[in-house]
């Protein structure tokens, strides 16, 4: 069982970003799926969560900015925004329960370029 977050590079301001966390292995439920972030120098800090029924949260400070959502038929989350800016830049770490497990992605990071 293992999840596999993708989707990050070197972006420019300003262009959008979508990373997926695909959840593979041997396991019958997923329950909530969500997102973490690590900027370089900070501690790790929540962005978002969305449990298998659609129901979303978002940390004040990315709402309105970053969007959840997952795809139950290919166990699959996704995080995407419209508009990167500086303070994005980060290692974006997915999560899931799995079987009542939490289990975490390897990471990746997202670099937003001026």
């Known amino acids: 069982v293992q999840l596999q977050a993708s989707g990050g590079g070197l972006v420019p301001v300003g262009e959008p970003l979508r990373l997926s966390c695909l959840a593979s292995?041997?396991?019958?439920?997923?329950?909530?799926m969500g997102w973490y972030r690590q900027p370089p120098g900070k501690d790790r800090e929540f962005v978002a969560v969305?449990?298998?029924?659609?129901?979303?949260i978002y940390e004040d400070t990315v709402k309105g900015h970053f969007t959840i959502s997952r795809d139950n038929a290919k166990n699959t989350c996704y995080l995407q925004t419209d508009t990167l800016k500086p303070e994005d830049s980060a290692v974006y770490y997915c999560?899931?329960?799995?079987?009542?497990?939490?289990?975490w992605g390897q990471g990746t990071l997202v670099t937003v370029s001026s």
């Open positions: 999560y899931a329960q799995l079987d009542g497990t939490l289990r």
């Open positions: 292995g041997n396991f019958e439920r997923i329950a909530n």
């Open positions: 969305i449990t298998n029924d659609g129901t979303t």
